[in-house]
């Protein structure tokens, strides 16, 4: 899976430096994909971080070019 950052994220990316890829690839990994409610294409994870405990949101974007799946961070905070 390669992840590639939307302009906004790299924006966002500054004020929240907590927020690695690693930490992004687990919580799509570990999440159902909620589609969201506002665009058809966009999707939406949930998950529990396991180190610290807090719910972390990421809201991506899928595209599938020549058999290999891209993902287009649109942005991720944490809930709570």
Same mark, same amino acid.
């Given at each position: 899976? *390669?992840?590639?950052? /939307?302009?906004?994220?790299? *924006?966002? *990316?500054? !004020?929240?430096?907590?927020?690695?890829?690693? &930490?992004?690839?687990?919580?799509?990994?570990? /999440?159902?994909?909620?589609?969201?409610? *506002?665009?058809?294409?966009? !999707?939406? =994870? &949930? =998950?529990?971080?396991?180190? /610290?405990?807090?719910? &972390?949101?990421?809201?991506?974007?899928? !595209?599938?070019?020549?058999? #290999?799946? #891209?993902?287009?961070? &649109?942005? =991720?905070?944490?809930?709570?």
């Amino acid at each position: 899976m *390669k992840i590639e950052d /939307s302009y906004h994220w790299k *924006k966002q *990316k500054e !004020f929240r430096p907590e927020i690695t890829n690693d &930490l992004i690839e687990l919580c799509i990994e570990n /999440s159902k994909r909620l589609i969201d409610r *506002k665009w058809e294409e966009v !999707f939406n =994870a &949930l =998950a529990r971080i396991p180190p /610290s405990g807090r719910i &972390l949101k990421v809201v991506y974007k899928e !595209f599938y070019k020549e058999e #290999s799946k #891209s993902i287009k961070i &649109l942005t =991720a905070y944490w809930l709570n």
